[in-house]
């Protein structure tokens, strides 16, 4: 079941976050706090209870500072930025990440937002997020150092289609 994310669900998202967190940035519970409140799409996947799986995505215009969310302000007028999507370890292969994806694209048609934006560590190398996004339409536009000059990510963008 998809759902918005509640306060209640921090914890488990601060321990997915950091499972996750050779791919994504470090998240304390005061920064998930300040992103919960600046994000216009926070959902969960939830099974019998437990959260397996989340989504944090912002539009142009929020207060948000990410490095990469502000590159993406420099070019575009609109769009839908994924900051992160992580799926418990546990649960991967079981289609949580397409299941948000597929419901994060529908939010994005239903608001008229053109276009979803993201990056993907291309220093060192995610392939399987390459493979997953390019199902969804994602190209690289550009490309940004990140980790303080120790990685490097591919700026991806995917235009919708009605």
């Known amino acids: ?11 488990t998202i601060l321990a997915l976050n950091l499972e996750s967190e050779h791919f994504l940035s470090p998240m304390s519970r005061e920064v998930l706090e300040i992103l919960h409140g600046e994000a216009t799409y926070h959902r969960v996947v939830s099974n019998d209870g437990k959260v397996e799986a989340f989504l944090l995505a912002f539009r142009e215009g929020t207060r948000y500072d990410g490095q990469h969310y502000l590159w993406f302000v420099e070019r575009y007028p609109s769009f839908l930025y994924v900051d992160r999507v992580v799926v418990d370890g546990t649960a991967q292969g079981k289609g949580l990440g397409s299941l948000l994806y597929d419901d994060l694209f529908a939010y994005a048609r239903r608001i008229g937002v053109p276009r979803v934006t993201c990056e993907i560590d291309v220093e ?12 969804y339409g994602f190209r690289e536009v550009g490309r940004q150092p990140a980790g303080a000059g120790t990685k490097m990510v591919s700026m991806q963008v995917a235009v919708l289609r009605s």
Do not use: K, Q
Request: hydrophobic content about 35%; glycine content about 0%.
């Open 1 to 11: 079941m998809i759902r918005d994310a509640t306060p209640a669900d921090f914890e």
């Open 124 to 135: 060192p190398p995610n392939e399987a997020s390459h493979r997953f996004h390019a199902r």
